[in-house]
């Protein structure tokens, strides 16, 4: 704007108010700065406007961009910002990167509050990061919400709900021996795994319980299925802990000559769009990525824009979908 000011010889203020329009210069002088502006390339710094208004009109979504059901979230959280005025800026969470680090990135961006997909930061620091900028967890169970401090809110699906729909469509077809592969330490994985126990328990079959170790990737599904041949007492029934790990276990399987579901059915949990694929059609448990992505977006705007004050944690329901990776046992 300076250089404009400079360029066409009158203040910088007659300048800002041409460029947003209000009276106050000739037609002659609007017309110059005009032309001025448009022959040096100048557009307005949207975000430097908001924030000398004390705002800002950008979300910041944090994503590990190798989880195919995280995806999906940011391709729905992309028109939820748009729908209310918003822009979204994407930061990549990167394995062997401090989380931090992308977070503190997104902030510099002038980010008004932050989206974040599963984030394995400590409940601790989030609660602390949401004192400093509104802040919103997807994915992620945090514990005593009602007395957490800061600008703070959670999105997620009925963990726990999803496992026992898993355990008890598979204890329906007649399964006993249902082993999980869980996902190690990623976000989620410890209320699946619990919930997998409950369920089991629930339907009798506690000496039937086995929790295979894993992680959410299809690496982590391949190497459980070897070391499931390797034991050589294979289980009738397989629940991974999402979608990526069941397709690596379906590799390893299939690969060994096993035939799922004739010899052993196999369920995932996400039910992100690779399972629907004809080739894989994996039985699996449904998250809404639409409905997470949307109420994510809006309560990043509710916190920010001063709506909303208080923690709160948004649960939505998980379905069972059926589909052609399971039977009753041989």
């Known amino acids: 704007m300076a250089d404009v000011a400079t360029r066409a010889g009158v203040s910088r203020t007659l300048v800002s108010f041409i460029l947003d329009g209000k009276p106050g210069a000739s037609e002659e002088t609007r017309q110059r700065v005009l032309a001025i502006a448009d022959e040096i390339g100048y557009r307005p710094d949207a975000a430097a406007r908001l924030l000398a208004q004390g705002r800002s009109r950008t979300i910041g979504v944090l994503t590990d961009v190798h989880q195919l059901f995280q995806a999906e979230l940011v391709t729905n959280i992309y028109p939820a910002a748009e729908r209310r005025g918003y822009d979204m800026l994407l930061s990549a969470n990167l394995r062997g990167y401090p989380e931090e680090t992308f977070v503190e990135s997104l902030l510099s961006h002038r980010c008004g509050s932050l989206v974040l997909l599963g984030p394995r930061t400590s409940q601790e620091r989030l609660q602390q990061l949401a004192e400093r900028v509104p802040t919103v967890v997807v994915g992620r169970r945090l514990a005593n919400m009602t007395h957490a401090a800061g600008m703070l809110a959670t999105v997620r699906t009925n963990d726990a709900k999803g496992i026992r729909l898993a355990v008890d469509y598979l204890a329906e077809l007649g399964h006993r021996a249902i082993h999980h592969v869980d996902g190690g330490d990623d976000p989620g994985s410890a209320d699946r795994r619990r919930a997998y126990r409950a369920a089991m328990r629930h339907h009798g079959l506690t000496d039937h319980i086995a929790v295979v170790p894993g992680a959410h990737n299809e690496e982590a599904g391949a190497a459980a299925a070897q070391a499931m041949l390797s034991a050589g007492d294979l289980p009738t029934a397989v629940l991974a802990g999402n979608d990526r790990c069941a397709l690596g276990l379906l590799d ?25 694929n004809p080739r894989i059609d994996l039985t699996t448990i449904h998250q809404d990525a639409p409905e997470l992505a949307q109420h994510a977006v809006e309560l990043a705007v509710e916190l920010l824009e001063g709506r909303r004050t208080e923690p709160i944690d948004v649960v939505l329901e998980p379905k069972l979908v059926v589909r052609s990776t399971t039977a009753p046992p041989g």
């Open 252 to 276: 390893g399987f299939t690969r060994a000559g096993i035939d799922v579901p004739g010899e052993l059915s196999l369920m995932g949990y996400d039910d992100s769009h690779l399972s629907d």
